[in-house]
């Protein structure tokens, strides 16, 4: 099935250093959620985007729904140790219901 | 609310056995999806129901898979039989209906099939 393409597939960064990632598709989204998942645990959501230009915080993160509805970017201000972590993002296709398809995953990781 | 709840958390098996791995969903949530998640494809949807319905199982590799939910309280995902390539971590998800909604996604299960 289709794939999200996630960049950078890793990342290896400072403490106290902002973090950028991004997700691109082919296909129009409707919605764009973010995940971020830690060892041994499922997904957990971080932020969802429902409007094309929308930009949506949540505390240290900053997630943005691409204009032309087939990107959207998530940025980390000021990472710390616990952000370390898998960030995917998903999406929903326009007329492809409640079905999410998700983004190949950025890892993070945070020097301290 | 206990969020979703997968069983068993770790499950190993040997080649040719039936494995069953179970999902209580969240009370009143309406959709409930079966993933798999693996090192070379990542997170994939295998099947997904609304109401208790299957409503996309192409997903699903092969017949040695099936899943049911016979109601909205609980689901199965059955592997028979089970092949070393079926090693992975699966995860349960729900979520209410509509777009404006995440899924909410159980702590998974382990299968090694050895």
């Known amino acids: 099935g289709q794939q999200l393409n996630q960049s950078p597939q890793s990342m290896f960064i400072q403490e106290g250093e902002d973090v950028s990632m991004n997700c691109t598709s082919s296909?129009?989204?409707?919605?764009w959620l973010w995940y971020k998942q830690d060892p041994g645990e499922g997904p957990v959501l971080l932020i969802a985007?429902?409007?094309?230009?929308e930009l949506t915080s949540n505390g240290r993160l900053t997630a943005q729904f691409g204009i032309t509805r087939k990107d959207s970017f998530l940025n980390i201000s000021a990472s710390i140790p616990s952000d370390v972590g898998i960030y995917f993002c998903?999406?929903?296709?326009?007329?492809?219901?409640?079905?999410?398809?998700f983004g190949t995953g950025t890892q993070l990781k945070v020097e301290l | 609310d206990a969020g979703v709840i997968q069983s068993p958390r770790h499950e190993v098996t040997e080649m040719g056995q039936e494995v069953t791995l179970r999902c209580k969903p969240i009370?009143?949530?309406?959709?409930l999806f079966w993933y798999r998640q693996t090192m070379m494809r990542g997170l994939e949807l295998l099947i997904y129901f609304n109401n208790n319905v299957p409503i996309d199982d192409s997903g699903m590799p092969e017949d040695r898979f099936s899943a049911k939910m016979p109601n909205a309280s609980f689901s199965t995902l059955k592997i028979q039989p089970s092949e070393p390539r079926d090693s992975a971590v699966y995860f349960c998800a729900s979520s209410l209906g509509g777009v404006y909604y995440g899924y909410t996604f159980g702590s998974g299960t382990r299968l090694t099939v050895v």
């Open positions: 296909s129009i989204f409707n919605t």
């Open positions: 985007l429902y409007k094309a230009g």
């Open positions: 009370s009143g949530h309406d959709y």
């Open positions: 998903a999406g929903r296709i326009t007329g492809g219901g409640n079905k999410l398809t």
